[in-house]
């Protein structure tokens, strides 16, 4: 029988790759450098093959060292999901889950969701990290995290997605503006060149000018929500805010008008997104139904 390189070994190659220094690499381990050292060189003789470049002042692997990394990193996900997998056949939706929420929505829903779920679900142990879209997928491939809570649609290879509901954008202006009235607005009415957005990077920003169908808007921009809504409220233009984020009284002493929008398309998905190879994806679905019912 052909002699197999250990999980042990693989997430030291994988560590070094990673850190590009022994003893960081170790930390990361929870080993000694020389342990680390010495299950590396295991796995160099058992493959026969040099993967690591050591010198002096630094350490590289080797072209083919980068390979085996790479394979070794997706075998060490698949069989962490293999045990998620048996412990979720056993009790769904309990001990540790990874969970990644973009800024747009975490301090608008989870305060509404995550009771509901700890009510049902006492025994989830949910570890949450907020971060920007493109940064939290590249985490769920890299097996930093198990699922995430995003807005769709969001282009991703190897990734599954579950809407789990719908958030409209809303108009919010100051008062005595032009567009301050009542009743819906068509989003072809809107001023684009006053309208005031996230800064490049953030999924809102796309999804609410891809939704109105609008240009690149107003070359004021701003790192978050709060600060959007309060250039506003200064007189430097209009914004398009998602309604979750009113209905959790984000514009509270902001003194803006809020107009729905009468095209049913203004709005942005919400749901889930997990590796596709997971093998957890029935306990995906358990928790997109339980979120789902929050967000209704």
């Known amino acids: 029988m052909t002699p197999l390189p250990t999980l ?35 796995l160099e003789t058992l493959l026969g093959a040099r993967l690591v470049e050591r010198t002096r002042r630094s350490v590289l692997l080797t072209p083919l060292g ?15 999901d293999l045990v998620d ?7 769904p939706l309990s001990g540790p889950l990874r969970l990644g929420v973009i800024p747009t929505v975490a301090p608008y829903l989870l305060p509404r969701l995550l009771p509901g779920l700890r009510r049902t679900h006492p025994r989830l142990k949910l570890i949450l990290r907020e971060d920007l879209s493109a940064r939290l997928v590249e985490g769920l491939k890299a097996g930093e995290l198990d699922v995430l809570l995003l807005a769709l649609p969001w282009p991703a290879e190897g990734v599954a997605f579950l809407p789990i509901g719908d958030d409209p954008f809303l108009l919010a202006v100051p008062p005595g503006h032009p567009l301050a009235g009542d009743g819906p607005l068509d989003a ?11 800064e490049e990077g953030h999924c809102l920003r796309e999804h609410a000018l891809a939704a109105c169908r609008l240009g690149g808007g107003h070359g004021l921009t701003g790192t978050s929500l709060h600060t959007v ?7 430097l233009g209009i914004t398009l805010l998602p309604k979750m984020a009113v209905d959790s009284g984000a514009l509270a002493g902001s003194g803006l008008v809020v107009r729905p929008l009468a095209d049913s398309g203004a709005k942005r998905g919400i ?17 997109g139904r339980a979120l789902a019912e929050g967000m209704g």
Do not use: K, N
């Not at 596709?276 to 995906?284: D, H, K, L, P, Q």
């Open 8 to 42: 042990r070994q693989l997430r030291y190659l994988v560590a070094l790759a990673e850190h590009c220094h022994f003893g960081r690499a170790a930390e990361a381990c929870l080993v000694t450098q020389s342990t680390l050292s010495a299950g590396l060189q295991e």
């Open 66 to 80: 980068l390979e085996v990394a790479e394979r070794g990193r997706r075998l060490l996900l698949d069989a962490r």
């Open 85 to 91: 997998a048996v412990r979720a056949a056993d009790a």
């Open 188 to 198: 072809a009415l809107l001023p684009a060149d006053e309208l005031l957005l996230l």
């Open 229 to 235: 809504i309060q250039m506003v409220a200064g007189g």
């Open 271 to 287: 749901g889930l997104a997990w590796r596709a190879a997971s093998a957890r994806a029935a306990e995906f679905h358990a928790l």
